[in-house]
């Protein structure tokens, strides 16, 4: 914890009138007067006096758009870990126009910048993925020099003068600018982290809302007698993003093979959803938003065995109950606006619908939405997933498909899977099949998330969609106000996609036949709106594929509620 004093150096404040640097520093800050940093500087008047003249020259002499340079140095705070930096120049990003949306990409240095967003626009993300490669590595590939200085001209373009002064030449200039503001701001943040300014060298850079981690002790199943104690049996990893304490709350079930990050692209448009598909009033609607790993993946842990007969230690029900137990335990007001997943985690959202909307007084979410998934296992599909774990386990596995080598399946056979995994979600028409650039970078992430899952949470989450069944009778009587059945057009050739059309099809019918029969009947059904959306040149994954247009059907559906 910071004690607001640097651990290495005492920092010097001059009184006022005694030091004329310190006094030229004054005048430059303002109120804020002399701060923690100038007096770590003030150790050498001399360079506190270039430092003061240069950093002064670079903030208020440029022409540089101040949300271009604002993002330029938090992006370099966020990669050096410089949470003073960070902190100093939130405050000033903001009043330059950059949203909590735009924000929290800045600040998620793990996850692939994206280009296909409405998040950060062209612009910002040249700035930014020049400030990637000058900050990570100094050499700057040519390729985003040229970006970066196109980006330039196309805004010189839009706001130009008549000062004579030629299109290229001022492009030139602020191409020197925004170096110069990706060099001179490394250079804080170094001096900062190894002056220990302020005593925050070794704090997390701030997150540009109130963002939690959780490990949150489940109960694998529920106790029979509701006075017993409950068994905690395994944790889930969550984290909580709040940008209102009056915002609805979205729940996000990640798919088999991944963790909650896999959701990294949608997360940002939804903190900054625009008035555009926000309430009637026009005002800005915002979400808060509950992703979690589901159990053994990610941080997230397995039951032991003993708890279970059958040795189940996952199945598509059980994970629909840990929805619930996170719901409960975060103290997070129901009903949610939604609960979303995709692949296992879309299965899981039809079983918390059967599970948890029936009661029309006390739904737990007012909506879901399932993608790229079914109500049950798929024929021929057991084997399938047989085959895929056999391909883990290799060859040095017992009858009972136990795991022998251990350091095989995590070394040899998780990267097999993913070899064969990533190209079969992302076929040929998806971004991710493209073997250089933004695509690639994005499948080696992904590819990265499914080598690093927990063998036997593989396993026995392959095990729960080799063979389940949601009752139609239970998810047709669900009382959730509206479902959203989505596809990749791309996924399984289409027939992911057919699949869930014929599920919106015969959940529209049961709901049409029910209000066409006896009252009795009709109060038994549920009465949701039912839709299915297929996301073009998507495969699997469309949250990672297509970003955008999954962002876009998904703010729609849920500001028709």
Same mark, same amino acid.
């Given at each position: 914890?910071?004690? &607001?004093?640097?651990?290495?150096?005492?920092?010097?404040?001059?009184?006022? &009138?005694?030091?004329?640097?310190?006094?030229?520093?004054?005048?430059?800050?303002?109120?804020?007067?002399?701060?923690?940093?100038?007096?770590?500087?003030?150790?050498?008047?001399?360079?506190?006096?270039?430092?003061?003249?240069?950093? &002064?020259?670079?903030?208020?002499?440029?022409?540089?758009?101040?949300? +271009?340079?604002?993002?330029?140095?938090?992006?370099?705070?966020?990669?050096?870990?410089?949470?003073?930096?960070?902190?100093?120049?939130?405050?000033?990003?903001?009043?330059?126009?950059? @949203?909590?949306?735009?924000?929290?990409?800045?600040?998620?240095?793990?996850?692939?910048?994206?280009?296909?967003?409405?998040?950060?626009?062209?612009?910002?993300?040249?700035?930014?993925?020049?400030?990637?490669?000058?900050?990570?590595?100094?050499?700057?590939?040519?390729?985003?020099?040229?970006?970066?200085?196109? !980006? +330039?001209?196309?805004?010189?373009?839009?706001?130009?003068?008549?000062?004579?002064?030629?299109?290229?030449?001022?492009?030139?200039?602020?191409?020197?600018?925004?170096?110069?503001?990706?060099?001179?701001?490394?250079?804080?943040?170094?001096?900062?982290?190894?002056?220990?300014?302020?005593?925050?060298?070794?704090?997390?850079?701030?997150?540009?809302?109130?963002?939690?981690?959780?490990?949150?002790?489940?109960?694998?199943?529920?106790?029979?007698?509701?006075?017993?104690?409950?068994?905690?049996?395994?944790?889930?990893?969550?984290?909580?993003?709040?940008?209102?304490?009056?915002?609805?709350?979205?729940?996000?079930?990640?798919?088999?093979?991944?963790?909650? @990050?896999?959701?990294?692209?949608?997360?940002?448009?939804?903190?900054?959803?625009?008035?555009?598909?926000?309430?009637?009033?026009?005002?800005?609607?915002?979400?808060?938003?509950?992703?979690?790993?589901?159990?053994?993946?990610?941080?997230?842990?397995?039951?032991?065995?003993?708890?279970?007969?059958?040795?189940?230690?996952?199945?598509?029900?059980?994970?629909?109950?840990?929805?619930?137990?996170?719901?409960?335990?975060?103290?997070?007001?129901?009903?949610?606006?939604?609960?979303?997943?995709?692949?296992?985690?879309?299965?899981?959202?039809?079983?918390?619908?059967?599970?948890?909307?029936?009661?029309?007084?006390?739904?737990?979410?007012?909506? +879901?939405?399932?993608?790229? @998934?079914?109500?049950?296992?798929?024929?021929?599909?057991?084997?399938?997933?047989?085959? !895929? +774990?056999?391909?883990?386990?290799?060859?040095?596995?017992?009858?009972?498909?136990?795991?022998?080598?251990?350091?095989?399946?995590?070394?040899?056979?998780?990267?097999?899977?993913?070899?064969?995994?990533?190209?079969?979600?992302?076929?040929?028409?998806?971004?991710?099949?493209?073997?250089?650039?933004?695509?690639?970078?994005?499948?080696?992430?992904?590819?990265?998330?499914?080598?690093? @899952?927990?063998?036997?949470?593989?396993?026995?989450?392959?095990?729960?969609?080799?063979?389940?069944?949601?009752?139609?009778?239970?998810?047709?009587?669900?009382?959730?106000?509206?479902?959203?059945?989505?596809?990749?057009?791309?996924?399984?050739?289409?027939?992911?996609?057919?699949?869930?059309?014929?599920?919106?099809?015969?959940?529209?019918?049961?709901?049409?036949?029910?209000?066409?029969?006896?009252?009795?009947?009709?109060?038994?059904?549920?009465?949701?709106?039912?839709?299915?959306?297929?996301?073009?040149?998507?495969?699997?994954?469309?949250?990672?594929?297509?970003?955008?247009?999954?962002?876009?059907?998904?703010?729609?559906?849920?500001?028709?509620?």
């Amino acid at each position: 914890m910071s004690t &607001g004093k640097s651990r290495i150096v005492p920092g010097r404040y001059p009184e006022p &009138g005694t030091d004329p640097v310190a006094d030229a520093i004054r005048k430059r800050r303002g109120d804020r007067g002399i701060t923690p940093l100038d007096a770590n500087l003030l150790h050498i008047p001399g360079i506190a006096s270039g430092y003061n003249s240069m950093l &002064g020259a670079i903030r208020t002499q440029g022409k540089l758009p101040g949300d +271009i340079r604002e993002a330029m140095i938090l992006r370099i705070a966020a990669l050096n870990h410089a949470a003073f930096e960070w902190i100093q120049h939130e405050p000033i990003g903001r009043k330059e126009g950059l @949203t909590t949306g735009q924000l929290y990409v800045i600040r998620d240095t793990e996850t692939p910048l994206p280009t296909q967003t409405n998040v950060l626009d062209a612009f910002q993300t040249a700035a930014v993925a020049f400030t990637d490669h000058n900050t990570r590595g100094a050499k700057v590939p040519w390729e985003v020099v040229q970006e970066l200085k196109s !980006r +330039i001209k196309d805004w010189v373009l839009g706001n130009s003068s008549s000062d004579g002064t030629a299109v290229d030449d001022k492009v030139d200039d602020l191409y020197v600018e925004a170096a110069m503001v990706v060099a001179s701001y490394n250079m804080v943040s170094r001096f900062l982290l190894s002056t220990d300014v302020a005593g925050l060298s070794e704090t997390e850079v701030p997150w540009p809302l109130e963002r939690k981690e959780h490990f949150i002790s489940i109960p694998s199943f529920a106790s029979e007698d509701p006075l017993a104690p409950p068994s905690h049996t395994h944790t889930i990893h969550a984290v909580t993003l709040i940008t209102s304490p009056k915002a609805p709350w979205l729940v996000f079930c990640n798919s088999l093979l991944t963790n909650h @990050t896999m959701w990294d692209y949608v997360v940002p448009n939804l903190l900054d959803l625009s008035s555009s598909h926000g309430p009637a009033d026009g005002e800005n609607l915002t979400y808060n938003i509950l992703v979690h790993s589901q159990r053994g993946h990610g941080r997230s842990s397995l039951p032991p065995a003993s708890t279970t007969e059958d040795k189940r230690l996952t199945t598509i029900p059980s994970l629909a109950h840990d929805v619930a137990h996170l719901l409960k335990a975060l103290s997070i007001p129901t009903p949610v606006r939604s609960v979303i997943g995709v692949s296992q985690g879309g299965a899981a959202a039809l079983a918390f619908a059967a599970l948890y909307g029936k009661d029309p007084d006390n739904p737990l979410t007012h909506t +879901i939405v399932a993608c790229d @998934t079914s109500s049950r296992t798929p024929t021929g599909n057991k084997e399938a997933w047989e085959e !895929r +774990i056999r391909l883990v386990l290799g060859p040095n596995h017992d009858a009972n498909g136990e795991t022998i080598d251990s350091e095989y399946a995590r070394r040899i056979g998780m990267i097999s899977l993913a070899n064969a995994t990533v190209p079969r979600w992302f076929p040929p028409g998806s971004l991710l099949s493209s073997t250089s650039g933004e695509g690639a970078a994005r499948a080696h992430w992904v590819k990265s998330m499914v080598e690093n @899952t927990d063998v036997e949470g593989f396993i026995h989450g392959a095990r729960a969609l080799s063979d389940y069944y949601i009752s139609s009778n239970d998810l047709f009587k669900t009382r959730v106000k509206s479902v959203l059945l989505l596809a990749g057009k791309l996924d399984g050739n289409g027939k992911v996609g057919k699949g869930l059309k014929e599920l919106a099809t015969k959940w529209k019918t049961a709901i049409s036949e029910a209000k066409k029969s006896d009252d009795t009947q009709a109060g038994l059904m549920g009465n949701s709106n039912v839709q299915f959306v297929e996301i073009e040149a998507s495969g699997h994954l469309p949250m990672i594929d297509s970003p955008l247009r999954f962002y876009e059907t998904l703010a729609r559906f849920l500001t028709e509620i």
